[in-house]
Nanobody, 122 residues
Framework: QVQLQESGGGVVQAGGSLRLACVAS????????MGWFRRAPGKGRDFIAA????????NYADSVKGRFTISRDTAKNTVYLQMDKLTPEDTAVYYC???????????????WGQGTQVTVSS
């Protein structure tokens, strides 16, 4: 199994930036696609971004295109989510996930982190 651990969440003012990181426990992390999802209070888990093992192909939810960037560092077994131009609507718990193929569907991922809270104030 792959263990995932998110970090980098916090409180930021609207218009600010945060950089989330997700560290995987296994080197086989490099064979997985990785996704970022978020869940606002009282709502379901929504797709944010995904990246293939090579890092060459990425895709994003429309709500974050041009603001968020997903990337990965093979040597560190880590995937990142750079979040810029944050708005209060971005407030949520953010989760990283690992799966065999990139997908916008949460149920297709095999492993999940515990989440990290992001709060954007107005």
């Amino acid at each position: 199994q792959v263990q995932l651990q998110e970090s980098g969440g916090g409180v930021v003012q609207a218009g600010g930036s945060l950089r989330l990181a997700c560290v995987a426990s296994k080197r086989t992390f490099n064979t997985y696609s990785m996704g970022w999802f978020r869940r606002a209070p009282g709502k379901g888990r929504d797709f944010i971004a995904a990246v293939r093992p090579s890092g060459e192909r990425t895709n994003y939810a429309d709500s974050v295109k041009g603001r968020f960037t997903i990337s990965r560092d093979t040597a560190k077994n880590t995937v990142y989510l750079q979040m810029d131009k944050l708005t209060p609507e971005d407030t949520a718990v953010y989760y990283c996930a690992a799966g065999f193929d990139p997908s916008e569907v949460a149920g297709l991922y095999d492993y999940w982190g515990q989440g990290t809270q992001v709060t954007v104030s107005s």
